[in-house]
């Protein structure tokens, strides 16, 4: 007897390979995808300007990579001593505008760097509902007065131009993966929350259909119709629970991600997770067997692909 309706899952013709890298843009299910990726040896950047929600504010960030456009002065503003720019998250609010504006163009320049030399993109749409000033959407609203914004729904059309134009110009020697939130936005209201999917899902499948270089991951759909279930929530019921996280990793994995770089992967991750343990009696003979272990293993996967970790967990549990 079955009691689930498992989504089939088709295995893309490209896959991410050894040695490329990933940039992931969006809400916070796009960090799930990067942690997890780079749990596993993959070179990942994850939303260098904060989390993203609405598709346009997303565009303009990816754009704002593409081009490695840096803030202005006239782009800050400020909120109880805090200085920030709409077009990130709370996360780079600084007090003062100089380190604002420092903080924010160091972020512009790692992620633009990143996005250069990114095989893959990653992203990841929270809702279609979104708040303008003075006539332009922004990214984040800082925890400013209500009164100084509009709140609106997008189009189907808006959603789609934009990200065509996206598809087919920063990003068309990138192979971009779509995806749709999981998390609930409870805010919206369940109605609110529900129509605003169905949007992006409209508009997510006519991009797939005339961006050649775009696919779209039912990860919306794999918590929603697949696990189906409230204990895959956590306890404020609109995120996903570690399980589901790791379920809906699972499946990104068999789709998207080749058998070299996920065998690589886990022995970094187990490695990482050897390195992470710590011993009762550190004196032992046993633990240092274990040190000697980690070095091993190190020095193993440093002949392949040398990184700073990994020197350093070369001399693991070795005195200075």
């Keep these: 007897m079955k009691t689930r309706t498992e989504i089939s899952v088709s295995r893309s013709e490209t896959l991410i390979s050894t040695g490329q890298s990933v940039v992931a843009v969006g809400s916070c299910f796009a960090e799930v995808v990067a942690r997890k990726l780079a749990d596993r040896w993959v070179e990942v950047e994850c939303n260098p300007l904060g989390e993203m929600f609405n598709p346009l504010s997303i565009a303009d960030c990816v754009e704002r990579l593409a081009e490695g456009r840096e803030f202005g002065a006239e782009e800050l503003a400020v909120r109880a001593d805090m200085w920030f720019a709409y077009d990130t998250s709370d996360l780079l609010a600084q007090t003062s505008a100089e380190k ?52 609106r729904l997008l189009s189907v059309d808006e959603i789609c131009q934009r990200l065509v134009a996206l598809l087919k110009g920063p990003l068309r020697d990138k192979s971009v993966v779509l995806t749709i939130s999981p998390v609930r936005h409870l805010a919206d209201g369940l109605e609110g929350n529900s129509l605003s999917k169905a949007l992006l899902r409209v508009a997510v499948d006519r991009v797939v259909s005339e961006c050649a ?65 710590r011993p009762l009696h550190p004196d032992s003979e046993a633990y240092r067997a274990h040190c000697a272990t980690v070095r091993e293993r190190a020095q193993q996967l440093l002949a392949k692909r040398p990184t700073e970790k990994l020197k350093e967990l070369a001399h693991f549990g070795l005195k200075e």
């Design 213 to 277: 270089n775009a696919q779209y991951f039912a990860a919306y759909e794999i918590l929603l119709d697949d696990l189906r279930d409230y204990r895959y929530y956590g306890a404020d019921m609109a995120h996903p629970s570690e399980v589901a996280e790791e379920y809906v990793w699972e499946r990104f994995a068999e789709a998207f991600v080749s058998e070299g770089v996920l065998a690589e992967g886990e022995q970094y991750r187990r490695l990482m997770a050897m390195a992470a343990h």
């Design 100 to 151: 604002a504006l420092s903080v924010a163009n160091e972020a512009v320049r790692c992620g633009s760097e990143a996005l250069s030399k990114a095989d893959w993109v990653v992203l990841t749409l929270g809702t279609a509902w979104v708040y303008e000033r003075e006539g332009r959407v922004v990214a984040n609203c800082h925890k400013m007065p209500q009164s100084e914004f509009v709140r």
